[in-house]
């Protein structure tokens, strides 16, 4: 569900942004779906990639689940009785990794020896580097190489890098200096908005909801609510109160192409280049009062624990 909202967020974002950028005079202009001439097709082709991956993972996941569940019905199959042994079972590993058993019976992460070949040049990426790879899965595994010391590490650079967009890396034009000074309030606009469509829509969850109610009616936290609450949604897993580059994929990677600002504004929003975003620097990056600022991430998590 998190992964379905973050793509519905993309696709709204790409919508505001294009329609925005047209005239820096026109701030109040309600944004609406708009197409462009050559790209928005790739941009759909890509969302519905992404959307398939994310069927066939729940697909996968509910699979699972069910084995799990006959597994504690049938207590008498013994293959049963080994799948819920089995130490990786409830153990998460990061992209570019995956669970093994040791031989004590405990369970740990270790690199992806080999990532699929694929075959649809949509799966090839762009890196930090200016390089294509075929598949997110080998950059992710190239920097798992680096983080344990792996002999096939590349350099000692590769334990920071990431995926900058989809396709193959190609020249991307500049951002341009007033676009660049109006991104802090255009990316405002568009948090707002997207709480208040979700909310409306009936597919923010509980315990965002009161945030977007609050910030309806609060002139105050009509700004600072949006920001808490995308960053929160972001701080995925680990839970560690910092964003990563590798979090921040699902909105940067996909509008690459068409919002020429993204990059260069998540970039500036790492403001000690420790490669993760703090709640701080995310809100000063939206040129908000730190005042305003609030941690709500933990009760916001335990509010979703309480909710599943």
């Known amino acids: 569900m998190r992964t379905k909202l973050q793509l ?76 819920l042994a089995d130490p990786c079972t409830d153990k998460h590993c990061g992209a570019g990794r995956v669970c093994k058993s040791t031989e004590e019976g405990t369970a740990e992460c270790v690199c992806v020896e080999v990532c699929n070949q694929e075959v649809d040049p949509r799966r090839k990426v762009c890196n930090n580097y200016n390089e294509t790879f075929g598949s997110d899965c080998e950059v992710y595994q190239a920097r798992c190489f680096c983080d344990t010391g792996d002999a096939r590490c590349r350099g000692s650079d590769y334990q920071h890098v990431h995926i900058v967009y989809y396709g193959e890396c190609r020249q991307i034009p500049a951002c341009q200096e007033d676009d660049m000074a109006d991104f802090p309030r255009r990316m405002r606009d568009w948090l707002f908005n997207i709480m208040r469509d979700l909310a409306d829509r009936q597919e923010l969850p509980s315990h965002y909801l009161k945030m977007q109610r609050e910030a309806e009616t609060n002139h105050t936290l009509r700004w600072a609510n949006a920001a808490i609450w995308k960053w929160c949604d972001l701080d995925g897993h680990p839970h560690d109160r910092a964003v990563s580059r590798h979090e921040l994929f699902p909105i940067r990677a996909p509008l690459m192409a068409l919002e020429h600002c993204i990059a260069p504004f998540l970039d500036s929003c790492d403001a000690d280049n420790d490669h993760k975003i703090t709640l701080i620097e995310w809100g000063k990056c939206l040129e908000l009062d730190e005042d305003d600022i609030d941690d709500k991430c933990d009760e916001l998590v335990e509010a979703q624990h309480e909710h599943y």
Request: charged share 30%; net charge negative; no cysteine.
């Open 8 to 83: 519905l967020l993309v696709a709204l974002l790409l919508a505001v942004l294009i329609v925005d950028t047209a005239s820096a005079q026109q701030r109040r202009r309600k944004y609406r779906r708009r197409r462009t001439t050559t790209e928005a097709p790739v941009q759909d082709e890509i969302m519905n990639m992404l959307e398939a991956d994310e069927m066939a993972e729940e697909a996968a996941s509910a699979d699972a689940e069910l084995t799990l569940e006959n597994g504690r019905n049938e207590v008498g199959s013994k293959q049963q009785r080994l799948l």
